[in-house]
């Protein structure tokens, strides 16, 4: 990682020196795809980050590229010195949104024309660093770690996966050198901690305040220490196990709005707090049961948000009269829920729980088994129809083969027959306007002729009063 992504430029002597890394970094740039470097805007939306995908430049992107360089007067062969203006010299913000359709490579050879271009480059290609190999991502914290100005630039990080699931392996010195790497991020929004076990030691003081939170790490007194200190964090995803004794205060995560967690972490992280999206994660095929989601619901309605939608993500193995009496809690406690997900195969004891929702505006159905009866079209073409009579509020139910909506009109439709609808609807309208304007034109040719006539009368009434007076 760390000879993957340019180094500053400095001024030795008048000309342009680059670090001594440059050649590795020339030998690396074949391999950087590898590393799915994104670009995407510095400032991050927690709910839809507003990356742009990375990868090969369109012929369109890299004509627009190179007009760009010479449009500044720089020749991409020969780096010009920064001292060097133009009085066509492009704003950085203009520069800075056409380097983000960039690739790595590209952009490396776009940080060696210039003061300006190294910058703007270098700003692109740290503001996103994705999850990677433990040998990469160790040179890439060395290098976050001594060089404060490069990490300032980054505000999305991932570190680890599924292949790092066992982080005792990891020595004391890894650790440390991540926690310096952290304290050089003060503008750090988005970060995916994915190192399993009592890892949050690495965390502790750093100075970034996150808006969204993906980690895997265990939930234990030194983690919830920790993330009371992220006021401004709205999503937050727990992947790790639960430790007895870890709490929160009361005031702490006060801006969080989205959780997904198992029971025990829900349990501490969503009372008192304006939580509005739960997904509920039961890792265990045999905690979807009543007992385990009454507990539950009853303890994520205490949220101040209120809860609007709930999603449960589960294994099916229990019987489907295990599975629907522990669905029947959920309207009990949590009637006003307005968008709820399931991933389910069971269909027919549906409509007596959905009954008692007052307010059920969307209802997903998800299954990975293909063969079953929410992939037959035939079973389910009926459903939406039955389950509305049932609870009047729907307005979508996305299944595997289709996502069904309410017109007012025409009833439950798919959403391809909507766009058919829609697209006669379109043609009939485009017809009718086509006849309409035949019909203008008609009259207006009438109404011409209309009017010829009259000056020919007009013009004939006045010689025949020329004749008689002559």
Known sequence: ???????????????????????????????YNS?????????CNPD?????????????????LTSTIEYQGINSDRPRSLGTTSDRQLPVEIL????AYADGPSLFSLSTCSHKFNAISTRILYRHIPSTSLSRTVKCLRTLASNADLASHTCIYEIGDMDWLNADTLLDSFFRLLRRAFHNMPNLSDLTYLLYGSTARAL??????????????????????????????????????????ASLSLNSLPALSRVSASPLILAS???????????????????????????????????TGPVRSLQIISHLTESVDTVLAALRVIPSTMSTLDSLALHAE??????????????LKSLVLLSKNKHDALHDHITTCSLPSIWNKACASLESISLPNATWVR????????????????????????????????????????????????????????????????
């Open 346 to 359: 069971f269909l027919a004891g549906l409509p007596p729980i959905l009954s008692s929702f007052t307010c």
């Open 1 to 31: 990682m760390l000879s993957s992504l340019p180094t500053p430029i400095h001024e030795t002597g008048g000309s342009m020196q680059y670090d001594n890394r440059i050649e590795d970094i020339l030998l690396e740039r074949a391999n």
């Open 48 to 64: 839809m980050p507003g990356s742009v995908s990375s990868g090969e430049l369109s012929v369109e992107q890299r004509k627009a």
């Open 96 to 99: 800075d949104h056409i380097f």
């Open 204 to 245: 502790r003081g750093a100075p970034f305040h996150l808006i969204k939170l993906t980690a895997s790490c265990d939930f234990d007194p030194a983690f919830a220490n920790w993330l009371e200190g992220q006021h401004t964090l709205r999503t937050a995803l727990f992947c790790g196990r639960y430790s007895s004794g």
């Open 407 to 470: 017109n007012y009109r025409y009833g439950w439709l798919t959403l391809k027959d909507l766009e058919k609808l829609l697209l006669e609807r379109e043609k009939a309208l485009m017809k009718r306007e086509w006849e309409v304007r035949e019909k203008e034109e008609a009259l207006n040719s009438e109404q011409r002729a209309l009017e010829e006539r009259e000056q020919r009368l007009v013009q004939q009434i006045r010689m025949l009063e020329a004749v008689g007076s002559g």
């Open 35 to 43: 590393l799915g470097v994104s670009h995407t805007d510095c400032s």
């Open 269 to 303: 992280v969503v009372p008192g707090r304006p939580v509005r999206e739960i997904e509920l994660c039961l890792v265990h095929p045999w905690q979807l049961n009543e007992e385990v989601l009454s507990m539950t619901v009853k303890i994520v309605s205490f949220s």
